[in-house]
């Protein structure tokens, strides 16, 4: 009886796309860090700074698994592009398109967080104002 969940389990885990896709966001001189990322499941979540405007290199690389695969094929190491406001733009042959956009035709659900962001949700009431 036991070794039929086990079977099922290995099965889950086999076809379960994995998707190791690292990103890292760096200035236009490659000197500072701007935000990374890595994708788990399908999804990738980028980590932004909040407070750069102005043109970055990003740069993506598949792990030794998804290379050997050949999942992201289409998808070359080293992107130009534009960080403002913790929003991210990639510049194509084709224009500029937005990093979530970009992935999307890669199977990739993108969602970028930036710090010191106010998050809201459902239900959740602002706090009042501090009275002195």
């Not at 990103?23 to 500072?32: A, C, F, G, K, M």
């Not at 030794?64 to 403002?84: C, H, I």
């Amino acid at each position: 009886m036991l070794k039929f969940p086990a079977l099922m389990l290995c099965a889950l885990l086999l076809c379960a796309p994995t998707h190791a896709l690292k990103i890292s966001v760096w200035d236009s001189e490659l000197q500072t860090p701007l935000g990374d990322g890595e994708s788990s499941g399908g999804q990738l979540k980028v980590r932004l700074v909040g407070d750069y405007n102005g043109p970055v290199v990003v740069l993506f690389a598949p792990s030794d698994e998804e290379r050997d695969r050949k999942t992201f094929q289409a998808l070359k190491s080293r992107y130009g592009g534009v960080l403002r406001g913790g929003t991210l733009d990639l510049q194509l042959e084709n224009g500029q398109q937005s990093i979530t956009r970009f992935l999307a035709a890669f199977k990739l659900t993108v969602s970028v967080q930036v710090p010191g962001t106010p998050v809201t949700l459902p239900g959740l009431k602002a706090a009042p104002p501090n009275k002195k």
